[in-house]
């Protein structure tokens, strides 16, 4: 039975999805690009306001289907907001580019929803649903510029193998259910360990290792990044891969599925190949946004270590490493996709390496945040992504987890040379005088602003942001106790 | 008013990044405003701050700004403490500074890197604040490599002379012995000691280990180290007469009144750490002596009048670190104080010299500079009257006090009579230069235009270099109460009638020619003496010998390097891995899914054979 307060707890998600509703339906009254872009921002702005109005309820179990806590609320306001970044880069991208643009804001409304689902997931069915919801946006996203074929190879791509990786997904849960008869994370408690459902737990994870491009399903990444337009590619790599992360957490705690030696060996060891491959993958790359396809891939294998440890240092310490790296990975990727984003002219992407020879000269705010980003990806002090690296240090040697550290402190060698290369590409003199286009794109310099300050800020003090992700990840029990 | 106390530091900080916001774009008659405003803005707030503390009950003082990171058992904070001893320096730094600052307004008008200089200076005054006030030594080593690194931009300030970059090189990579010692110090003793809070290491110090225990040996030692090397003692003493390379006001701030004396705070303030090692603090004392008789011999035989500046620092510099070891902080603390005052007025009156004349630093090119250039000259006699220590002058106090602590330490007599004829020689080298450069027929044409901002600065020094003894910091509640014992008769006389028998040897020698210099200089042995204390005792070949050629004939030797090979290795494996795992990405489906499929029946094989 849903009550009134079960409700209002899922304010967060149910205005969302009024908002994608009332864009839809203003987008079908009246065509017009600057309407939708409003809309869209208001209402995920009044979706954040909702957030700490529902704080105090949780957490809360809604049907078996959903757990609202402050776990799932932190990430909601770091993925809301990193769809708003998205949607003010779409607006400066899709104003100067030809064909219908509106429906975009929809699309990012119903991905951000799919992502609040995930992170509220506590069953199987809403795992799926929230999946698929956010999956089939970000195709339609990625292939949004109809014309355009690399868009659409991209797309294709991505559709053929999301829809493999759903395929093992759904026969893996399905393992999982034959053996244990529920669906429910909570109810697993301690019980995969036999052998049906080890295959499906397997499977389970190869679907999330797709969804998070880790080796060895990570083929697809580059290519995807490429092809989708610069503030998708943004989009995908935060709030995708973030969601996914957070629900492979709570999925790992509450089903006690990281206790199981094969899967925590089997963790760790796509990990420090994910870190090494990635990194290697980017080493010699021209083109920027692989540089940066290749390198999220090295990030989420630096991020499994949070999960990897949860074991040993127990869920709140990883929860909190990886709520840390998380805000931090958002921060600096928004930022260098939203530097992608201005910088491309309207007839293309400035992706090549050598769009970027000499910004520090003719444009030098953009050279700044670019470079104060990826500084902070490749882990310098006094930025977000330092701090980020420091938790999971800090996770990772408290759990005594020697080799994926190893690895972690080999991959952020081979970063430090493929982001110190962009910033030397940078600060070289340039080759011409580059016209700079017409369009003052307002909006995203503001959001570059904010996510320069968010970037120091989170490295200079970090303790407050700290204090607010405090996540304090829900136990198993409360669910128990309702059985 | 005490809450203020974080603003102090902060003024620099933004008059720092200001001027370099500004990237040299900045009409230049704001920048004096923005460069020594900034300072003497905190100078106005420390003495505030400084009259509240001194009115209360002289408790310390802290104020947490932020935490950066605390995880697990290591927190880290910036925040700051505040007693007599750091306040004393944040007077030093602050007053001391911006009067250093409006004089580099006139002394730097017509230089082109007029803002870039200002810059540095507030970095600097912003580093050094931060070394004194910290509250956690991983705080204080911030502000210490601070200053270290502004040392090195001032030094090689010119650096279109590529013997100016030599110099500064030479600064940055000798300090970097004694720091990287201080590192390791601050290592062991947050292993040791799990904290490295001041307070809280210095009072968990004296419960773990009992006095004389070898791991209390061992950490002072390595805090010793970075003492010695910043503050430019025996043995890594040679890198400072050649950072007079950079101009004179940065020799004035850095190089004599604040930066050079960090390695003397460093042990003030972890004294308790020094006092459980009795045997380190004999060393310190011993370090103090032998440097401060080797700085005097060589002071008599230089020519160039920074350098003959100098050493007399590095000497008296010896004479805190002597008092030091003798365990006689306050005292030690006290000649910190005063010497700023002299020494820093000494260097802006050689400053004056150079600025009216032509650039020279030769003092046999100079003489009878006297009339010409009267405030440098007046300024001169006090700061050498100071220096010499003779009575009543701030420096007779401070250095009475020392040798008094010294002649009562175990080994005293020995630490006293090397202080006593230290203050011989100072004596000597000091009155030498007045004479030679002030008296005596004059060579050559020069005059004296300094400028409101470079006279008041020199006047105000001149009035602390002569009154400063009178006043001292109570720095009995930071440190064990010792009071100077008495000399008793003889030893009385000898100490006070030294710095005069040293003057009157100038006078003989240099004024009156009496006995011609010359006369000693010319014999065999004389010429001998006089050219090994010209070359600092040696120490520049002995490094090169036993350091630099060991090391160039292996860099020569080893020009293929086998150590590169490693890493040319590791490029190239690199290298091989990126084109290897870049060619699994085809960009074809077909192969994209395979791969997925093939991932996926690898882990569930690992599933199954588990």
Redo the contacts between chains.
């Keep these: 039975m849903i009550t009134t307060t079960d409700l209002l707890a899922l304010l967060p998600l149910i205005v969302l999805s009024a908002v994608a509703v009332i864009v839809m339906l203003a987008i079908a009254v009246h065509r017009n690009h600057r309407l939708a872009f409003l809309l869209t921002v208001a209402g995920i702005l009044i979706s954040l306001i909702t957030v700490p109005l529902v704080s105090d309820l949780v957490p809360r179990l809604i049907t078996p289907l959903v757990l609202v806590d402050r776990y799932a609320l932190v990430f909601t306001v770091m993925a809301y907001a990193a769809g708003l970044v998205a949607a003010v880069l779409c607006w400066e991208y899709f104003r100067v580019r030809e064909g219908h643009q509106e429906e975009v804001y929809l699309l990012i409304l119903t991905a951000l929803l799919g992502a609040g689902v995930l992170a509220a997931a506590h069953h199987f069915a809403s795992f799926f649903l929230g999946l698929e919801i956010l999956s089939v946006s970000l195709f339609a996203l990625i292939a949004y510029p109809l014309r355009e074929i690399r868009a659409l190879e991209a797309g ?2 991505y559709l ?2 999301s829809g ?2 759903s395929a ?1 997904l759904l026969f893996g849960m399905a393992l999982v259910y034959a053996e244990t008869g529920t669906m429910e994370f909570a109810v697993l408690g301690g019980r995969p360990g036999t052998f049906p459902s ?2 499906g ?3 389970i ?2 679907a999330v290792g ?1 969804k998070l491009s880790l080796v ?2 990570h ?2 990444t ?2 995807v990044y490429q092809g989708a337009p610069a503030p998708i590619t943004a989009l995908l790599a935060t709030v995708s891969k973030g969601s996914v992360f957070i629900l492979l957490l709570r999925y790992g705690l509450e089903s006690g599925v990281f206790r199981v ?2 899967v925590s ?2 963790l760790a060891l796509i990990a420090v190949v994910s870190m ?2 990635g990194n ?2 980017a ?3 021209n083109n920027v946004k692989r540089i940066l396809a290749y390198s999220s891939i090295g990030h989420m294998g630096y991020l499994l270590v949070a999960p990897v440890a949860a074991n040993v240092v127990g869920g709140n310490l990883a929860a909190e490493a990886l709520l840390v790296y998380l805000a931090a990975y958002f921060a600096m990727t928004l930022a260098a996709f939203g530097v992608v984003t201005v910088m491309s002219p309207a007839d293309r992407e400035a992706e090549e390496l050598d769009d970027y020879t000499g910004l520090f000269w003719t444009r030098p705010w953009l050279a700044t945040v670019f470079s104060v980003a990826l500084l902070s990806l490749a882990g310098i002090p006094l930025t977000a992504g330092f ?1 980020g690296k ?2 999971l240090f ?1 996770a990772g040697s ?1 759990g005594a987890l020697w080799m994926l550290l190893g690895a972690l402190i080999i991959g952020s060698g ?1 970063g430090l040379y493929y982001y110190i290369r962009i910033v030397f590409q940078m600060a070289q003199a340039p080759a011409a005088l580059q016209a700079r286009p017409e369009a003052r794109p307002v909006g995203a310099h503001l959001v570059l602003a904010i996510l320069l300050l968010l970037i120091f800020g989170l490295g ?4 407050p942001f700290i204090d607010l992700l405090h996540p304090e990840i829900n136990v198993p029990k409360q669910s128990a106790a309702q059985q | 008013m005490l809450n203020y106390l974080g603003l102090i530091p902060l003024f620099p900080l933004i008059g720092f990044l200001i001027l370099v916001a500004s990237q040299g774009n900045m009409p230049r008659r704001w920048v004096p405003w923005i460069g020594a405003g900034s300072v003497g803005l905190s100078a106005v707030l420390a003495a505030l701050v400084g009259i509240e503390f001194l009115s209360g009950s002289l408790e310390p003082y802290r104020q947490t700004l ?7 058992h290591f927190a880290s904070g910036f925040s700051l403490y505040l007693d007599a001893l750091s306040l004393n320096m944040m007077f030093v730094v602050t007053g001391v500074g911006f009067l250093i600052h409006v004089y580099s307004v006139g002394f730097m008008a017509d230089d082109a890197g007029y803002a870039r200089f200002f810059a540095y200076m507030n970095l600097f005054v912003f580093a050094m604040l931060v070394l004194v006030l910290a509250d956690n030594l991983v705080l204080l080593y911030l502000g210490w490599e601070g200053v270290g690194l502004c040392s090195y931009l001032l030094i090689g300030f010119w650096y279109e002379n590529p013997e100016n970059g030599a110099a500064a090189r030479k600064a940055f990579v000798m300090t970097r012995v004694g720091d990287t010692a201080m590192a390791i110090g601050l290592f062991l003793l947050f292993a040791r000691l799990g904290t490295l809070d001041i307070q809280a290491l210095l009072n968990r110090a004296s419960a773990a280990w009992p006095v004389g225990s070898g791991m209390a040996a061992l950490a002072a030692l390595l805090l010793l180290g970075g003492a010695v090397g910043k503050s430019a003692q025996l043995p890594l003493q040679t890198w400072l007469p050649d950072a007079m390379a950079g101009p004179t006001p940065i020799s004035a701030l850095i190089h004599a009144a604040t930066m050079v004396t960090a390695g003397v705070y460093l042990i003030a303030r972890t004294h308790t750490l020094f006092e459980l090692a009795p045997a380190v603090l004999q060393l310190v004392a011993a370090v103090g002596a032998v440097t401060l008789l080797i700085a005097g011999f060589t002071a008599l035989t230089q020519r160039d009048i920074k350098r003959i500046l100098a050493y007399s620092t590095i000497s008296q510099i010896g004479y805190m670190f002597l008092a030091l070891g003798v365990t006689a902080f306050s005292s030690a603390i006290f000649h910190l104080t005063t010497h700023a005052y002299f020494k820093a007025l000494l260097f802006l009156a050689a400053g004056a010299v150079i600025h009216s004349y032509h650039h020279e630093h030769d003092i046999f090119r100079m003489g009878g500079l006297r009339k010409r250039l009267p405030i440098a000259f007046w300024s001169f006699v006090i700061g050498s009257a100071a220096l010499t220590a003779l009575p009543f002058t701030s420096g007779y106090f401070s250095k009475h006090e020392i040798l008094a602590s010294a002649f009562h330490a175990e080994n005293g007599f020995w630490f006293w009579a090397a202080g006593t004829l230290g203050a011989l020689l100072t004596g000597i080298y000091s009155f030498r230069l007045v004479f030679i450069a002030f008296f005596g027929p004059e060579n050559e044409r020069a005059s004296e235009h300094l400028g409101f901002a470079m006279s008041v600065p020199l006047i105000l020094l001149g009035a602390l270099a002569l009154l400063g003894g009178f006043v001292s910091m109570p720095l009995g509640s930071v440190f064990p109460r010792s009071e100077p014992g008495e000399l008793g008769l003889i030893a009385g006389i000898f100490t006070d009638l030294a710095p005069l028998v040293g003057v009157g040897i100038a006078v003989l020698l240099y004024l009156l020619r009496t006995y011609p210099v010359e006369a000693l200089t010319e014999t065999r042995w004389g010429d001998m003496l006089h050219r090994f204390w010209f070359s600092g005792w040696g120490f520049d070949w002995l490094y090169g010998k036993l350091l630099v050629n060991p090391f160039r004939w292996l860099a020569a030797v080893n020009s293929s390097d086998i150590a590169d090979d490693i890493y040319r290795g590791i490029a190239a494996a ?2 091989y ?3 290897a ?2 060619a ?2 085809t ?1 074809q ?1 077909r ?3 395979a ?6 029946v ?3 094989a ?3 054979l ?1």
């Design positions: 294709i791509k053929v193998l493999v990786a093992f080890v295959i737990t397997i499977l994870l190869v797709f060895p399903f083929l697809w580059a290519d030696p094969v060996v089997l090494l491959v290697f993958l080493l010699r790359q701090i420091f938790y800090a408290q081979l200079v003090y970090p303790a | 932020w935490t950066w990171m605390r995880v697990g690199s290298q891995a990126h084109r795992f870049a699994t990405q960009g489906l192969w994209y899914v791969a997925f499929t093939g991932g996926t690898l882990a569930i690992l599933g199954i588990s």
